[in-house]
């Protein structure tokens, strides 16, 4: 029922999506008429710095000619929206049918995003393994029955790795090479001292507006690192079969550059890539990367948005944790703008210019601690409501293109800069 649910959701945003008219008229200076054709590969400009260049699909935008011929002309990097979250992949009927007692998937709705990717030549962030967010309850109880009581720690283990192992091994050996790195937890930082027991240097969630985080109660308050062991074991057994996979992990976290959930993320970190031993007794890097939730500014208002002070802020977060010795992506990126006012939307395209060179300047020298950065606002969404859920997360003005993939003048704004680093 959730998948269902989570799919007409999907539906829901793309006929709105597609019913938008043409934000063009917001744009005086004509230059969003070019067609993003025009435009040499934005993913081949980043690729000189190191960086992939990425974006978000779901079911409907994956099957879309217009977003195809955008990924195949300008990205190299794909995110599936929720195809890839364990409420969306595990099956509640199936693994109540199951032999063993361990979860079932079905991966047909993923399956239409990988098969997307690899028709338009891009490659996949896997998002994401765990999320204690719209978790099925039913995962965490006996028989896998929606009202039975929950297990213990020691069968919830065997079906937290179960269910890793499957889904990492699943979309390695379908897809080989397609899937270059997973979002493993997603989000479990909490940000209000309610949210998280004090004496946790961590801020590991306990709670989520009130309500519990099931791992946390039924895993374990180490659900996290374990959550690490169980993906670094699932990718190792695929390297003894063939040492050419390569699968590098990441915590995935919003508001990752403010300095108080940065410094929260490090020590994550930290314990995460020292909670387990090699053969030797070393520490094993169970963490390979840091994923930055790039969206920015003021939640639902204008307030916040296009500050340059976040600029600076944003440079010193990558800077920090690329010091733990971890790759770095910004993802899920939406510059918010709110604001249809001219002078607002010249403000949005100097910011986000000036972000993107930033971002790539960190990658000008020998280190590269950037390797993606995925765009997820990546549309206008000028009809949707003000209260709907997308107008808040990711702002109405906040694309590199109008509501109809037409290129705005932030992109063309973008693509010169880079052109002109480029020349230099």
Request: aromatic residues 12%; glycine residues 6%.
């Amino acid at each position: 029922m959730r998948r269902i649910l989570v799919y007409i959701c999907c539906i829901c945003l793309c006929l709105s999506l597609t019913a938008c008219e043409s934000t063009a008229d917001i744009y005086a200076d004509g230059t969003h008429s070019r067609d993003f054709k025009d435009y040499e590969s934005m993913a081949e400009l980043l690729g000189e710095y190191g960086i992939r260049f990425g974006t978000s699909l779901n079911p409907d935008t994956a099957v879309s000619s217009r977003m195809q011929e955008l990924i195949a002309q300008h990205f190299n990097s794909v995110t599936a929206n929720n195809e890839m979250k364990a409420y969306s992949l595990l099956d509640q009927q199936a693994s109540m049918n199951a032999a063993d007692g361990m979860p079932v998937m079905d991966f047909s709705l993923a399956d239409v995003i990988m098969q997307a990717a690899i028709s338009n030549g891009a490659k996949v962030r896997g998002h994401v393994l765990v999320w204690d967010a719209y978790m099925t309850d039913w995962f965490f109880r006996d028989g896998y029955q929606t009202n039975g009581g929950f297990v213990d720690r020691d069968t919830m283990l065997k079906r937290l790795e179960s269910y890793i192992t499957q889904v990492v091994t699943y979309f390695e050996e379908k897809y080989p090479g397609e899937v270059y790195c997973w979002d493993v937890v997603n989000e479990a930082i909490g940000d209000a001292e309610g949210d998280y027991n004090p004496a946790d240097e961590r801020h590991i969630r306990v709670y989520r507006e009130g309500g519990e985080n099931l791992f946390y109660q039924y895993v374990g308050d180490d659900y996290v690192e374990l959550a690490f062991l169980y993906a670094g074991n699932a990718v190792e057994a695929l390297q003894a079969k063939n040492p050419e996979v390569d699968i590098k992990l990441f915590y995935n976290d919003y508001n990752a550059f403010y300095p108080e959930k940065r410094e929260a993320i490090c020590r994550l970190v930290d314990s995460i890539n020292n909670y387990a031993t090699d053969e030797d007794g070393q520490p094993r890097k169970l963490c390979d990367g840091v994923g930055m939730q790039g969206y920015i500014g003021g939640y639902g208002t204008q307030q916040g948005c296009l500050d340059p002070e976040l600029i600076p802020m944003i440079k010193e977060a990558v800077l920090r944790y690329a010091d733990l010795g971890v790759e770095v992506q910004i993802t899920e990126m939406a510059v918010r703008n709110y604001s249809s006012d001219k002078q607002e939307i010249r403000k949005h395209e100097e910011f986000y210019t000036e972000l993107i060179s930033t971002l790539v300047d960190l990658n000008s020298g020998e280190e590269k601690p950037l390797t993606c950065i995925a765009i997820w606002g990546l549309t206008d969404l000028v009809d949707l409501p003000r209260d709907h859920y997308t107008y808040k997360l990711n702002s109405p003005y906040c694309g590199l293109f109008t509501s109809d993939y037409q290129v705005k003048k932030v992109f063309s704004d973008v693509y010169e800069m880079l052109k002109s680093k480029k020349a230099k």
